[in-house]
């Protein structure tokens, strides 16, 4: 599972679950789960997921990580890019061929987690691609 601390619980959970079209699990109204293939996203607010790690919430800049989504085709990427935006995302990567073989983009979600959009032919394991 991936946990996000959050800055705004109820703006996260609109741009997850409206914005991107996220399928949400029913949970406290402290915490958001969202199901994603093979794992779940959950929200949880900033402060109160610092205390429970016993570190500052205080943070600026990168993170020293991003989230990946891949997808089975180029106009994909572009689909989801699509809805991000609409959700308020900012675009931190413009779409581009990649130097493996690939087409991606990167976006920014209302707290700055990073997200890369990709297809890469050499990596999709998709719901037809999976065995009988």
Do not use: C
């Not at 016993?54 to 943070?59: D, L, T």
């Not at 308020?88 to 920014?108: D, I, M, N, S």
């Amino acid at each position: 599972m991936i946990t996000l601390g959050v800055s705004d619980l109820p703006r996260s959970v609109v741009f997850y679950e409206q914005g991107l079209g996220l399928p949400r699990m029913d949970s406290p109204t402290e915490v958001a789960f969202f199901t994603l293939n093979g794992t779940w996203l959950g929200l949880y607010g900033r402060e109160a997921l610092a205390e429970d790690a016993s570190v500052s919430g205080e943070s600026s800049g990168f993170a020293g990580f991003s989230l990946a989504h891949n997808v089975g085709s180029e106009p994909e990427v572009d689909h989801v890019m699509a809805q991000a935006e609409s959700a308020g995302a900012v675009v931190t990567k413009p779409a581009q061929k990649t130097e493996w073989g690939g087409y991606a983009r990167y976006f920014a979600d209302p707290d700055g987690y990073l997200w890369e959009i990709a297809h890469n032919p050499l990596f999709w394991v998709g719901p037809s691609d999976e065995p009988a």
